[in-house]
């Protein structure tokens, strides 16, 4: 398949459709702008403006070259050698609980699986508490049991913290930041540009579960449905994908922006095609339903509990075999390849036999109308 | 992703592509589908690239999003920064540009701007607040009007007094009319409108065989109903045939929804003219809310400054809509306008053109062929 061009090449002359192709491919190679002059909730959304405002304040500010990759976690090597993932996130979702888990268990699974994905055993978690004057110390108890019930099926430990309050609406209940630190064992290596033409994706399991969860919980839809969110460790699976598929070049968790805005960063980081085969994607027939209802595409709607893998073609079938084995994996699947060409761009077959673009998204995936 | 139902077979879909390049031969035939969600469905199932070439779809003007002038986008953000008024609009609103912004940033300038499912969600809204006064945002065709109907009859019935409509609903037979009558397009026939036609019926249409000799295929919006109806047109051709058909039987009644249409006729009215994004001005062809229900008509409550702004100059829209030009025809299609900094309103619904051409069908066609027909991994 890679043989084959896919891009007109220099010395044909492109038609006009091409060319302006070829300059939207330039344009879109560009630094993402920062046009806004206040933050607004794309910003936070995980799409292009997340990327423009991260790029244009954090990392010009901070810059350093541990910070650069922007992984999920940052890779620390030891005087000694010895390499640790370290990773932060804070979790502000509404509602707090939700089907099948809450801002307590979001909050470990999420920084868990930061650590897992760059290759790590995670290890250590730090959590810090913003909490709103009022909210309910029983409630508090709960989420604290339930924190420490996702830390020990993670295998990590809570090992520092911090509270603060603040007065009356100055926030939404109660926001946690955790902080994760993992061994990278020796010899792990994953990085995008290890991708190569002809290697497989693969998916840890369905996907859009935990958006359509949350999304229905808000209850301002009149949807009623079964769906939980999939707020789960991926660490085990990881480490199953790994001993089965050493070959395994990148993984990254499909949280905010989903499958699709983390193919888009595989392409990018990567320099290769993606393709996507829509009909083999794993997705519960009730979120699918939801989503078709709601105008929404479900590769961008966001997990907790699932990554993205890239093996060689010829560890496709063991690491499919090894995920599905473990809790948690058994729908796991190949989803797509990487091209040579067109770099950057992610393609999704239809099973209709047709093609698409699946574009990084713009701010929040919003319903449509009618 | 298992798509098992019959309007999305494969094998179905390989039947009809090859009838329709038999009965197409080497004419060159252009099909225009009015509906947004027509150009939605064509762009994400790669339509476009498994039609033979010499079929060309143009995208056309409904897109309820696309045909709303800067100048109400600017009236609406006015409404939301009015003290104590919550604003509730649909999604895909909330990123049209106007002359100052989006309602987004508004929004984000502490306008208290809230996205809604229905105009009922927004009606709620007013009863559980009753100190401040909630506006909606009706945009749509015909398709939408109806829910807009049931919620001005609800917000009577139950005397909400902080309620009101900012009506910029639309009717899809004048926008029809107006391509029909510009000089520079050259249609084989129309792919109708699937959900207008639902609260219609397809009798509107019958001006266009009749008048115009074109005919129509009223169509739905799985990928095989598109290729179904333009299969439909061309044996319309190869039998000499002119007229409207429905392709979408199993929604669309020929006479519509009468229920719905007398309800329309209640707590509707046509205005003398309305403006259109990119066409200009078009007579009876948009609603206002029934003089009857004067007391939910945010146009009657308020006395928004309903300034005219001008396109933006670098924006196509119209020529876009018209089906004039292709998307990427337009000069700052994909670079000064993207889905993320639009300029034009093609570019934020999804349904629009530009951004449905962006989203989804920027591939070579080549490409499309190529990785549509490869064999699937795995
Ligand atoms: S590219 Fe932008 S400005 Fe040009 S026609 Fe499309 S939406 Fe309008």
Redesign the interface.
């Known amino acids: ?1 890679t043989s ?1 061009r ?3 090449s220099a010395h044909e002359v492109p038609d ?3 060319r ?2 070829i ?2 491919e330039e ?1 879109r190679k560009r630094r ?2 920062l ?2 002059e ?5 910003h936070g959304a995980g ?3 997340s990327a423009a405002l991260v790029d244009h304040v954090f990392v010009e500010a901070f810059r350093n070259p541990e910070l650069e990759n922007l992984g999920d976690g940052a890779v620390l090597a030891l005087p000694t050698g010895e390499r640790l993932a370290f990773s932060t996130d804070s979790y502000v979702v509404a509602p707090y609980e939700f089907p099948g888990g809450s801002i307590a268990d979001l909050a470990i699974n999420g920084t868990v699986n930061d650590l897992a994905v760059s290759g790590a055993r995670p290890q250590w978690i730090s959590a810090a508490f913003v909490i709103e004057e009022g909210f309910s110390i029983d409630k508090l108890k709960q989420l604290a049991g339930e924190m420490r019930a996702a830390a020990d099926a993670a295998g990590v430990q809570i090992v520092t913290g911090d509270t603060k309050v603040v007065p009356n609406g100055a926030a939404d209940g109660l926001y946690i930041t955790t902080s994760g630190v993992g061994v990278i064992p020796a010899g792990r290596e994953l990085s995008p540009l290890a991708v190569r033409a002809g290697d ?1 994706l693969i998916v840890s399991g369905t996907i859009a579960d935990h958006g359509m969860a949350i999304m229905l919980a808000r209850g ?3 949807i009623e449905a079964d769906i939980e969110s999939d707020s789960a460790p991926v660490n085990g699976l990881v480490e199953a994908l790994l001993a089965a598929a050493p070959g395994t070049r990148w993984m990254r968790d499909a949280t905010r922006g989903g499958l699709g805005t983390v193919a888009n960063e595989l392409a990018q980081a990567a320099g290769v095609g993606v ?1 996507l ?5 794993p ?1 519960d ?1 009730t979120v ?1 339903g939801c989503c078709d209802m709601l ?1 929404i595409d ?1 590769v961008y709607v966001a997990n907790e509990g699932k990554f993205v893998a890239v093996v060689p073609a010829d560890e ?1 079938e063991v690491a ?1 075999a090894a995920l599905r084995s473990q809790p948690g994996g058994a729908q796991a ?5 990487v091209l040579a ?2 770099p950057g ?1 992610v ?1 999704m ?9 699946v ?1 990084m998204l ?2 929040d995936p ?5 | ?3 098992v139902d019959e309007f ?1 077979d ?1 094998a179905a ?2 039947a009809l592509v090859k009838s329709i390049t038999e009965i197409a031969g080497d004419t060159e035939w252009k099909f225009m589908e009015v509906c947004g ?1 027509h150009t939605h469905t064509i ?5 476009e ?2 039609l033979p070439e010499n079929i060309e779809l143009v995208h056309g003007p409904g897109c ?2 696309c045909v709303i002038p800067m100048g109400r986008i600017d009236d609406a953000m006015w409404l939301a920064e009015q003290p104590d008024v919550v604003f509730t609009t ?6 049209v540009p106007g002359s100052r912004g989006s309602l ?2 508004a ?3 502490g306008a208290d701007v809230r ?4 105009p009922l ?1 927004s009606l709620k809204i007013a009863v559980e607040n009753p100190d401040k006064h909630v506006v909606f945002f009706a ?2 065709f015909e ?2 009007v109806p829910s807009t109907a049931v919620t001005l009859l609800r917000a009577r019935t139950l005397g909400v007094k902080n309620f009101s409509v900012f009506s910029n609903h639309v009717t899809i037979v004048p926008p029809i009319k107006a391509i029909l009558e510009s000089p520079d397009l050259r249609l084989s026939g129309f792919l109708g409108p699937g ?1 207008v036609s639902t609260v219609v019926g397809i009798r509107p249409y019958r001006f266009v065989p009749e008048v115009y000799g074109k005919p129509v295929v009223v169509a739905g919006f799985e ?1 095989l109903d598109i290729l179904a109806s333009v299969h439909m047109l061309l044996q319309q051709y190869a039998g000499g045939r002119c007229e409207v058909e429905n392709q979408y039987a199993r929604v669309v009644r020929p006479e519509g929804n009468t229920a719905a249409l007398k309800l329309m006729a209640e707590t509707f009215q046509l205005r003398p003219h309305f403006e259109w994004r990119g066409l200009g001005f078009i007579s009876q062809s948009a609603l206002k809310v029934h003089d009857d229900y004067a007391d939910f008509d945010a146009e009657v409550r308020f006395s928004m400054p309903g300034v005219r702004v001008a396109d933006p100059k670098a924006c196509q829209c119209g020529e876009v809509l018209k089906g004039a030009i ?1 998307p ?2 337009c000069k700052v ?3 000064a306008c ?4 639009p300029i034009g309103t093609c570019m934020v ?3 629009g053109a530009c951004a449905a051409y ?7 066609r ?9 064999a ?3």
């Open positions: 398949m084959e896919l891009t007109p006009p459709e091409d302006t192709r300059r939207i344009f993402p702008r046009v806004d206040v933050v607004t909730m794309a799409g292009k403006s497989r301002n839809l009149d393709v085969d829509e009909g083999l994607l997705i027939p699918l105008g479900p496709a499919v699947a190949v989803i797509g390849e060409d067109p761009i393609a077959r239809t099973p209709f036999g047709g093609t698409r673009i574009d713009v701010g919003l319903p449509r109308i009618c | 992703m298992k798509f999305r494969p879909a390989r969600g762009y994400r199932h790669g339509i690239h498994l309820p999003v649909f999604g895909d609103m909330m990123r987004l940033d929004k984000a300038r996205f809604v499912y229905s969600d945009v749509g398709t939408t959900h990928p292709k990427w025809e299609f994909g670079t993207t889905p993320e900094t619904s999804p349904e962006y989203n989804f069908g920027r591939l070579h080549e490409t499309a062929l190529m990785v549509g027909q490869g699937p991994v795995g």
